[in-house]
């Protein structure tokens, strides 16, 4: 039931304070250390010690590993290697025990997703399935499970679902970094606050409403192209926006690392392009600003999404959505909503249908 609501996924993405807040619940309820229960034959002395994290996964679940990778990589400082799993499943990739592979997938039956988790775990690697489907394919497969819990997703483009990976990664890298001791036990708490304090920033976000999203997306339904930039966590954000627009909107889109602009994507630009900036608060925030000037300079139009009470930002937008403060590498969960809502409302004002676009399936279960 769409409860009120025009379409699945515009009720799916006000349902995702609940989704953040479901998958983390119990997981920290003790604000000096992550409980994430039984994960089967991944136990703390495997986590301890493993040498290297693979994260394995196609499309939205791919975008929510990237941010994983930041995570696990600056708190628990454990090398992590992604792979696209279509690609990895045919690339004879190096990998073994000690390894800890994630596969994350929402249904838990995507195909290439399922072969990349087997390939290897026959070769000795633990295999860790970050799923939302209880019963699914991937949970039998996996040596662990680890559920995201934001409910059944009817839309087709994912979003409730997205928001619960990318907090279950974190989790995951919290207690990588409990374990390893990577982290002073007051940063790891105060990270746990925050990231308790993350559904409540969602509600408020959403609660603002959505009329000036609207208004920048129709300021912008007839664009045919639109470019994302972002760096560091902001990055996927932006890979992961773009993919929303493109999916429900049919425009082309691309999705780039800030600093790759000068190096191709920036000849792409005229007077008539929207540039979507993930520009919250991050120590890169001032290199992310001047590509940001750069863009402006060919007369782009920058769409940013800044932190609110972030007074530099204004200058070199044109429009600024504002999302609340938290810890910078947290901002992903909060960066996220405008620009689901950004492709949601293009899409809407195109008359196309969000929750079935044509051509895509919600589950992929063949390669
Ligand atoms: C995007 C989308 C797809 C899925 C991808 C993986 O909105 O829904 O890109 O993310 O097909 O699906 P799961 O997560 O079920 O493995």
């Known amino acids: 039931e769409k409860a009120g609501c025009e379409s699945f996924m515009l009720k799916e993405i006000h349902e995702q304070a609940d989704a953040v807040a479901e998958t983390i619940a119990d997981r920290v309820a003790d604000r000096d250390r992550i409980d994430l229960g039984d994960l089967g034959a991944i136990d703390d002395a495997f986590l301890r010690a493993a040498r290297r ?23 628990a400082r454990v ?11 045919y690339r004879d990739p190096v990998v073994g025990p000690g390894d800890l592979v994630i596969g994350i997938s ?17 070769r000795g690697a633990k295999v860790l399935a970050i799923v939302n489907v209880m019963g699914s394919q991937a949970t039998r497969d996996a040596d662990g499970v680890l559920f995201t819990r934001a409910g059944l997703e009817i839309g087709v483009a994912a979003t409730k679902t997205f928001v619960a990976q990318v907090a279950a990664m974190y989790l995951l890298a919290l207690r990588l970094a409990e374990l390893r001791g990577t982290l002073e036990p007051a940063r790891l708490s105060e990270l746990i606050g925050e990231l308790k ?73 005229d ?19 001047s590509n940001v000037q750069e863009v402006r300079a060919r007369g782009a139009h920058v769409i940013a999404v800044a932190t609110e009470g972030n007074g530099e930002i204004g200058a070199h937008a044109d429009d600024v959505i504002r999302v609340p ?15 689901q809502l950004l492709a949601y409302h293009v899409a809407r004002l195109r008359g196309l249908d969000v929750d079935q676009p044509r051509n895509l399936a919600k589950t992929v279960t063949v390669e």
């Open 53 to 75: 994290v693979v994260v394995v996964a196609c499309g939205t679940s791919y975008h929510a590993g990237l941010i994983g990778r930041y995570a696990i990589e600056r708190w």
């Open 79 to 89: 090398p992590v290697e992604m792979d696209i799993a279509s690609e990895y499943r």
């Open 106 to 122: 929402q249904s838990g039956e995507t195909a290439d997703t399922l072969a990349a988790m087997r390939l290897a775990r026959a």
């Open 197 to 269: 304090l993350i559904p409540h920033r969602i509600a408020a976000l959403l609660e603002r409403g959505d009329a000036e999203i609207r208004a920048i997306a129709a300021r912008h339904r007839d664009a045919r192209f639109f470019l994302y930039l972002g760096r560091h966590v902001g990055l996927p954000v932006a890979l992961e926006g773009a993919l929303k627009l493109k999916e429900i909107s049919y425009s082309a889109t691309d999705a780039y690392a800030a600093g790759e602009m000068k190096h191709g994507p920036i000849a792409l630009l």
């Open 271 to 289: 007077e008539a392009t929207p540039v979507v900036c993930v520009a919250t608060d991050a120590p890169v925030l001032y290199k992310l600003i």
């Open 325 to 339: 403060a938290t810890d910078w590498m947290l901002a992903p969960l909060l960066a996220i909503v405008p620009l």
